[in-house]
């Protein structure tokens, strides 16, 4: 994992999440997604806090404040594009990568590389777009590097009891015999590919 460009397959997988949520009306925010009981809204809301929560941490900041659910206030659209924007510039600092995040959401005192901290971010950002995507009745397409890299951060998520708790950020691994690659990605990260069917 050493090896991958976790910034630069980040900064793709962001930029996707922004392009969909400029789709966003305002009938929208109202919409349920396959993030088990949120909204449109409620997802926005969530990605938007993670994004200046990881920000945060990069610069070695490990305040649990930066990472409480924002309010999105009067332009749901408008604070998630800042709120994406802010972390893109925040991972395209330098040295960045070599930094040490603490990341107070993921446990009391975790502190990890910021290259595996970007990694986190990234399968986040894949799969929470993917997530926009269907609550919109529409598809993300990502070139098959980014979608290598987030099977092999997927295969690698903790499973068993972690994925149970409350507020975990992936369910139990659903099981899907399809070939397509995103879809095996969501599927072992909890997401039903049929999703709203089932």
């Given amino acids: 994992m050493s090896t991958i460009d976790f910034v630069a397959l980040d ?8 392009e969909l949520a400029t789709r966003v009306t305002a009938a929208d925010l109202t919409k349920p997604t396959p993030c088990r009981a949120w909204t449109v809204y409620g997802l926005l809301a969530h990605m938007t806090t993670q994004h200046y929560g990881f920000a945060t941490a990069s610069r070695g900041d490990g305040d649990p404040e930066s990472w409480k659910l924002r309010d999105l206030g009067e332009n749901a659209v408008q604070a998630y594009i800042e709120s994406a924007e802010h972390v893109l510039a925040a991972f395209a600092e ?4 070599e930094r040490i995040f603490p990341l107070p959401e993921f446990g009391p005192d975790v502190k990890v590389p910021g290259h595996q901290a970007i990694s986190f971010h990234f399968i986040d950002y ?27 951060v997927a295969q690698i998520v903790p499973v068993g009891e972690a994925r149970l708790t409350p507020g975990a950020a992936f369910g139990p691994d659903i099981n899907y015999t399809g070939t397509e690659h995103l879809d095996r990605i969501v599927a072992l990260l909890g997401r039903s590919p049929e999703w709203p069917a089932t």
């Fill in 11 to 18: 900064r793709r997988a962001v930029t996707a999440s922004i």
């Fill in 94 to 97: 330098d040295g960045v990568t």
């Fill in 126 to 152: 894949v799969v929470h777009s993917w997530d926009l995507a269907k609550a919109l009745g529409t598809t993300v397409d990502f070139t098959p590097d980014v979608l290598d890299a987030a099977w092999t």
